[in-house]
């Protein structure tokens, strides 16, 4: 990926998409759970998890932006097209604002489950 972001933000970003899913236990005061490290440890070792697939294109995308510049799980972008309007909408907004390099806290407000 091309675009820089700020450990900071990336944690920001990680967040909330993983609680955009309900799935807070994967979340601590600044990094992934031990849950989620388990979690994907098993998307490395090519188990599924029990999640619909909307749950699971969300929580692969908070992995491969946490992980930057490292790799992260492959994500088959054409499940962006399978997601839900709020989701497509969620996901399209968070792709502006890293490719523009602003707005990343604007766009976790918006999208953070209250």
């Known amino acids: 990926m091309s ?4 450990s ?19 979340w601590n005061d600044n ?8 979690l ?15 749950e699971q294109f969300l929580f692969r995308l908070a992995w491969i932006i946490w992980n930057v510049p490292m790799a992260g799980p492959a994500l088959d972008f054409a499940q ?3 997601l839900d309007r709020k989701n497509q909408t969620m996901v399209g907004e968070l792709l502006v604002a890293l490719a523009q390099g602003t707005g990343l806290k604007g766009w976790a ?3 953070m489950r209250s």
């Open 3 to 6: 675009f820089e972001c700020s």
């Open 8 to 26: 900071e933000e990336r944690a920001l970003v990680f967040r909330t998409l993983v609680e955009s899913t309900g799935k807070t236990e994967l």
């Open 31 to 38: 990094e992934p759970s031990q849950r989620a490290l388990q």
């Open 40 to 54: 994907f440890e098993d998307i490395e070792k090519g188990k599924g998890l029990p999640w619909s697939p909307s």
């Open 80 to 82: 962006i097209f399978r």
């Open 109 to 111: 407000a918006k999208n």
